[in-house]
């Protein structure tokens, strides 16, 4: 069942865009808790592959929050959208087509991120995508494969930012383990070191929480690790390139072009944390190729790398120069279906996610992918007509409909409220926050009524293009439900047929069975129509023909 769901969802979705012959420029930006990173690439889509043209880094530390609201400070704000100005400046010279941003941890645990992302929006028309802990791991997952050949073997990923601290697992195929911890080096640096040079109260104190803040990460990693595997150890981001920098300078005498496939080992590690900890910060930021403000936070860095690298048992690292921003490039890629071998198997990675999701909370299949095929063939045929809504919301749509009733899983009563709930908070890989809260409230709504400003789930959606998808495409759903209403396959067809005149659409329904009346299935559109009369603004008149008329 699951393989025909799938297949049945291929169809209905449609074949990918081929890919276009021209290069495109396209921008991605990582609004990081310590840094906002862009790289612009050249997207090549026949070979299919991308080159970096242009980087831009800004540190803008929004992690600082305010220690007693754990709000983002409105200096650090005015910094981003500083920072974040510049980007589409650049972009902009170096003929980006379209800028991709995404937003991690200091604005996903902040109470004031939604409204900073809608400030960015407002003063600069950038739509800030906030992504899962869980989908920031697998976007990095992605920027490490386009950089390094894993060549069928287990690599370990560590990736260490200012908030939180990704770990992945994968071979080259599907990431076997993705888990994001809230240890960060600006995170850490804030709340738990407040001596300089740290004292070795604070030091001692700090090593332990690292340890056992990580330790269910790397549980977890070495969980899927198979009989006799050894994975390849590869860390990203700053903390860990600034690390490999210094150990270059002091091992070889100068630093690579490239820190692309530079090792150094834990007992080098050890030695480098064991130094680092008994300077100031001044005299860290003397260090040949340490900034100012890695100083502040490299300790802290370090120590999560030296703590988690113990716990994984693995005693050499290799460095990777991509990770999250060449993620996003990817996933882009992917989602435009510029990429058909490699990687190919995360072309599906929504899809999958979503299955494995019904799976996991028992969703009946079958009843499932009935209303499914009814919700896709009803905005097929009203498409153009009465709303305008392209391949993003159809598969939102789609989503929703395999999930809609997952929240009998909890219970019965109220199981469209318990839908929105797991659905909301399972962290589905492949979409965006706003692009799960729309899939949560669309299966919210297939029950009892459409959006309301009084509930809570539909004021959470930020977005007003999002808002007004769960407006419209809500009313469907119900529609979808009610036409598989004794989930047996009584109507096999329909067919929506509009007067412009008479301002209503007939909805011609063909029975499975010339000798079955579906009558339970005519009351249940009857009781259902009216929030999609109300969402369109016009009548919806149900007709059932038998299968010797055509429809």
């Known amino acids: 069942m699951f393989d025909l769901l799938f297949q049945s969802k291929q169809e209905l979705l449609g074949t990918p865009h081929r890919p276009l012959k021209q290069d495109r420029v396209l921008a991605a930006i990582d609004v990081g808790t310590n840094s906002i990173h862009m790289a612009v690439v050249r997207v090549q889509p026949e070979i299919p592959a991308f080159t970096i043209i242009a980087r831009e880094k800004n540190t803008v530390r929004l992690g600082n929050r305010d220690l007693r609201t754990g709000r983002l400070t409105p200096e650090a704000m005015d910094r981003a959208l500083s920072a974040l100005r510049r980007c589409q400046e650049i972009a902009k010279a170096l003929n980006a087509e379209e800028t991709v ?86 995170r850490l640096t804030a709340e738990l070191v407040h001596t300089d040079p740290i004292s070795n109260s604070e030091f001692n104190y700090l090593q332990a929480y690292v340890r056992g803040m990580m330790e269910r990460g790397a549980e977890d990693l070495c969980a899927h690790l198979r009989p006799g595997e050894l994975p390849r150890l590869v860390g990203t981001s700053g903390t860990i390139e600034t690390l490999a920098t210094i150990h270059a300078r002091e091992r070889l005498g100068l630093v690579p072009a490239s820190l692309n496939g530079y090792q150094f080992s834990l007992k080098d590690l050890r030695e480098l944390v064991h130094r680092l900890r008994r300077l100031s910060y001044a005299e860290r930021s003397a260090l040949p190729g340490m900034s100012d403000r890695r100083a502040e936070i ?21 460095i990777c120069e991509r990770a999250l921003r060449e993620g996003i490039v990817v996933d ?73 009733n997952c929240g009998h899983f909890v219970s019965h009563a ?88 008479l301002n209503e659409m007939q909805l011609c329904l063909k029975a499975s069975d010339p000798a079955d009346d579906c009558e339970l299935e005519l009351w249940s559109l009857d009781q259902k129509k009216g929030s999609f009369e109300a969402a369109f603004g016009l009548k919806l008149l149900p007709l059932l023909v038998t299968s010797s008329q055509p429809i």
């Open 101 to 186: 941003a995404t937003a991690t941890s200091a604005v996903r645990e902040a109470p004031n991120g939604h409204l900073f992302l809608q400030q960015v929006e407002a003063k600069l028309g950038l739509v800030i995508d906030l992504i899962s802990g869980s989908e920031e791991a697998r976007r990095i997952y992605l920027g490490v494969l386009s950089g390094m050949e894993f060549n069928g073997q287990p690599h370990a990923i560590i990736d260490i930012g200012g908030g939180s601290t990704e770990l992945i697992l994968g071979d080259g195929h599907e990431p076997r383990s993705l888990s994001s911890t809230k240890v960060g080096a600006v």
């Open 298 to 318: 490299i300790v802290a860095g370090a120590l999560i790398l030296q703590e988690t690298m113990a716990l994984l048992g693995l005693e050499q690292i290799t």
């Open 332 to 404: 882009w890629m992917l989602t435009h279906g510029l990429i058909e071998d490699r990687l190919r198997y995360q072309g599906s990675v929504r899809q999958r996610s979503v299955l494995k999701t019904a799976h996991k909370y028992q969703v009946n299949l079958r009843h499932s992918e009935q209303v499914t095929q009814f919700a896709l063939a009803l905005f097929d045929q009203t498409q153009g007509i009465l709303h305008d809504w392209g391949e993003e919301e159809r598969e939102l749509l789609w989503a929703s409909a395999v999930l809609h």
């Open 414 to 501: 109220d199981h469209h409220k318990h839908s929105y709930y797991l659905i909301r908070h399972g962290e589905l890989l492949g979409y965006t926050d706003v692009e799960i809260e729309t899939i949560a409230n669309l299966a919210r709504y297939h029950r009892k009524g459409g959006p309301n400003k009084k509930h809570e789930s539909y004021r959470s959606i930020d977005s007003k293009k999002h808002r007004k998808v769960v407006e419209q495409l809500s009313s469907l759903l119900p529609l979808a439900v009610a036409l598989d209403r004794r989930q047996i396959g009584a109507i096999s067809q329909v067919c929506c047929d509009f007067s412009v005149q």
